[in-house]
Nanobody, 113 residues
Framework: QLQASGGGLVQPGGSLRLSCLAS????????MGWYRQAPGKQREKVAL???????DYADSMKGRFTISRDNAKKTVDLQMNSLKPEDTAEYYC?????????WGQGTLVTVSS
């Protein structure tokens, strides 16, 4: 019900843009966001965005990542700049409605030279 795309291999210092589309049967979306999970580590918050556009970033992503959303299209994007090897992880989009949380399937981002 959440389709994420945009992952891939990028060199350190490069950029990627992740996109996530909520399917038509997901309504009344409040918060949207991105989480990530690196091998051997717990899933962590990357960035969240509320329905009014208020954003919340993890400290290590501030100034490098930008989250945005299109309420009409039910999409949430993550622009990632100045990528570092430690950003390598599976990235998951997340959406909250009044009564449910939805997770995307994950898209792999690999930062390596």
């Amino acid at each position: 019900q959440l389709q994420a795309s945009g992952g891939g291999l990028v060199q350190p210092g490069g950029s990627l843009r992740l996109s996530c589309l909520a399917s038509g049967n997901i309504f009344s979306i409040s918060d949207m966001g991105w989480y990530r999970q690196a091998p051997g580590k717990q899933r962590e918050k990357v960035a969240l965005i509320g329905s009014g556009g208020l954003t919340d970033y993890a400290d290590s992503m501030k100034g490098r990542f930008t989250i945005s959303r299109d309420n009409a299209k039910k999409t949430v994007d993550l622009q990632m700049n100045s990528l570092k090897p430690e950003d390598t992880a599976e990235y998951y989009c997340w959406v909250r409605t009044g009564g449910n949380d939805y997770w995307g399937q994950g898209t792999l981002v690999t930062v390596s030279s």
